[in-house]
């Protein structure tokens, strides 16, 4: 038995860069034996509830249909559909769901109601996003990477604008894997302290590196990744004048692009509002990767589940 087994998946600095790497190369290889035709069905009877609160596309696709290609069941529960946290206490659902399931994968805007629901389950607990992290996403963004330039060791990765929970969880993983993550806007949305403390320390055993700046130029000198995300989220509209004059200079935009690395890839985790964080000719040119990224979810997420739950 491995290491992986039985454990929840709700941040990336609670793994190892070995546990991590195991996670990538068991999705590289399902990846591979999907594209062949090959579903063995590692899961066969297995059961996965969906806890949402808010609207998905890819992380309820890529789950729900990743379980059935393993030969498991999954059941969506949409948001308010369950009881969770009002007519029932977090614990006493989590209990019950343990009775049932065999993992439970839970997008929820709360970190801390995600992690009550987690300490009290008896089956393996994925976070699909918080208000704070979104670890599956940073997987099928690395793995997309891994795919483009093979190793990871030497490669910078440069993420542009609002400090989203893509941002915290890819920058906890590139600093886990020795790459070089920048974060480039303005000051007053540099990476929380507490996240960016996350990055140093783990550069400080891996020999990458983690760089905050306001400065367009030495953030895409050399930068073999660009990564945007949207310039406000829910809760945030109220910001959405103040937030649009802030990032306008850190739009990921042709010129951008082109004083990158000539191999660069341009990487989204989706939804994008096109024509803010990002243009259309950067989403749609030939340095974009972006549903390879939403295709990476289905088999990053697939690995887990096999690792999880074996
Ligand atoms: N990137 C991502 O998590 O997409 P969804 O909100 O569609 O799941």
Not at 27 to 46: D, H, I, M, S, V
Not at 63 to 79: C, I, N, S
Not at 121 to 128: D, K, L, Q, T, Y
Request: proline share 4%; aromatic share 10%; charged share 25%.
């Amino acid at each position: 038995m491995h290491s992986l087994s039985g454990r929840d998946f709700l941040d990336i600095d609670a793994f190892t860069r070995e546990e991590l790497l195991l996670i990538l190369d068991t999705a590289r290889q399902l990846k591979l034996e999907t594209r062949r035709g090959y579903f063995p069905r590692y899961l066969e009877n297995k059961a996965l509830g969906l806890l949402f609160d808010q609207p998905s596309t890819r992380t309820r696709i890529s789950f729900e249909l990743g379980m059935q290609q393993l030969g498991g069941y999954a059941l969506y529960l949409k948001p308010g559909e369950i009881h969770l946290g009002k007519k029932e206490s977090i614990p006493d659902t989590a209990r019950v769901l343990s009775r049932y399931l065999d993992a439970i994968m839970i997008r929820w805007n709360d970190y801390a109601e995600m992690k009550e629901l987690a300490e009290a389950a008896e089956v393996p607990v994925i976070n699909g996003m918080t208000e704070v992290n979104h670890p599956c996403q940073a997987l099928a963004d690395v793995l997309t990477i891994m795919e483009r330039f093979g190793a990871l060791e030497g490669l910078k990765v440069a993420f542009f604008g609002d400090r989203t929970q893509p941002a915290n969880s890819l920058g906890a993983l590139c600093s886990k894997l020795g790459m070089t993550f920048v974060h480039c806007a303005p000051s007053r949305y540099a990476i929380d302290p507490q996240w960016a403390g996350i990055f140093r320390r783990n550069c400080e055993r891996s020999g990458g590196a983690f760089i905050q700046t306001e400065d367009i130029t030495e953030a895409t000198e050399g930068t073999h990744v660009v990564y945007t995300d949207v310039w406000w989220w829910i809760g945030q509209e109220g910001e959405e004048a103040e937030r649009r004059r802030a990032f306008a200079p850190y739009q990921v935009n042709e010129a951008l692009i082109g004083s990158c690395d000539r191999n660069v890839i341009f990487e989204h985790c989706l939804p994008a509002s096109r024509g803010l964080e990002v243009t259309d000719g950067v989403m749609d040119g030939p340095h974009s990767v972006i549903f390879d990224q939403a295709e990476n979810r289905m088999h990053t997420e697939k690995a887990l589940l096999v690792l999880l739950l074996s």
